[in-house]
T-cell receptor, first 115, second 116 residues
Framework: AQKITQTQPGMFVQEKEAVTLDCTYDTSDQSYGLFWYKQPSSGEMIFLIYQGSYDEQNATEGRYSLNFQKARKSANLVISASQLGDSAMYFCAMREKNTGNQFYFGTGTSLTVIP | GAVVSQHPSRVICKSGTSVKIECRSLDFQATTMFWYRQFPKQSLMLMATSNEGSKATYEQGVEKDKFLINHASLTLSTLTVTSAHPEDSSFYIC????????????FGPGTRLTVT
């Protein structure tokens, strides 16, 4: 089974609007971390936000927030007030305590911000 | 955040030659480094996990003899693509991390390899 599932290959959002990128995960581990990365066309991977499995509050980093619903095993990324520079690929990833160092990535969502 | 450098950023080589890609963590000691391969518009495919001082752990389907990984120090890992073929052309990305599930990966800027 896929560890990380991103069901939206592509998304469009109007500039200044909010957008939610979906991510669901599969793990039997109690301790794990969830990450979101942004990859612009230049290819670099940029870390955006982290949510620990024991964190009770949703993580927030500036315009990024993570809607963590543990029972549903979802970790959706919310980008508020979208900007043209937000156009990029977005990857959800997970790291489990029991599997040590390995990161599992989703297939990514291509976000396009429309002026 | 921590800085990871990767060299070269782009390389073109002829079929049959070998290419070495370096990955360095500049401001922290990385207990683990990862090597990924990414095809256009696709996700990152983990090739191998490298721990300092020990042999790399390769993912299923990745040829160990073709993709040689050396992690000689806590700040340097190298990937050598041996006897390169055009199908090895891809974007190779390294990352570095501390051990522990709460630690993020710090990615290098990637190396675009073209084999002619």
């Amino acid at each position: 089974a896929q560890k990380i599932t991103q069901t939206q290959p592509g998304m469009f959002v109007q500039e200044k609007e909010a957008v939610t990128l979906d991510c669901t995960y599969d793990t039997s581990d109690q301790s794990y971390g969830l990450f979101w990365y942004k990859q612009p066309s230049s290819g670099e991977m940029i870390f955006l936000i982290y949510q620990g499995s024991y964190d009770e509050q949703n993580a927030t980093e500036g315009r990024y927030s993570l809607n963590f619903q543990k029972a549903r095993k979802s970790a959706n990324l919310v980008i508020s007030a979208s900007q043209l520079g937000d156009s990029a690929m977005y990857f959800c990833a997970m790291r489990e305590k029991n599997t040590g160092n390995q990161f599992y990535f989703g297939t990514g969502t291509s976000l396009t911000v429309i002026p | 955040g921590a800085v990871v450098s990767q060299h070269p950023s782009r390389v073109i080589c002829k079929s049959g030659t070998s290419v070495k890609i370096e990955c360095r963590s500049l401001d922290f000691q990385a207990t683990t480094m990862f090597w990924y391969r990414q095809f256009p518009k696709q996700s990152l495919m983990l090739m191998a996990t490298s721990n300092e001082g020990s042999k790399a752990t390769y993912e299923q389907g990745v040829e160990k003899d073709k993709f040689l990984i050396n992690h000689a120090s806590l700040t340097l890992s190298t990937l050598t693509v041996t006897s390169a073929h055009p199908e090895d052309s891809s974007f190779y990305i390294c990352s570095a991390s501390l051990s522990g599930h709460s630690y993020e990966q710090y990615f290098g800027p990637g190396t675009r390899l073209t084999v002619t």
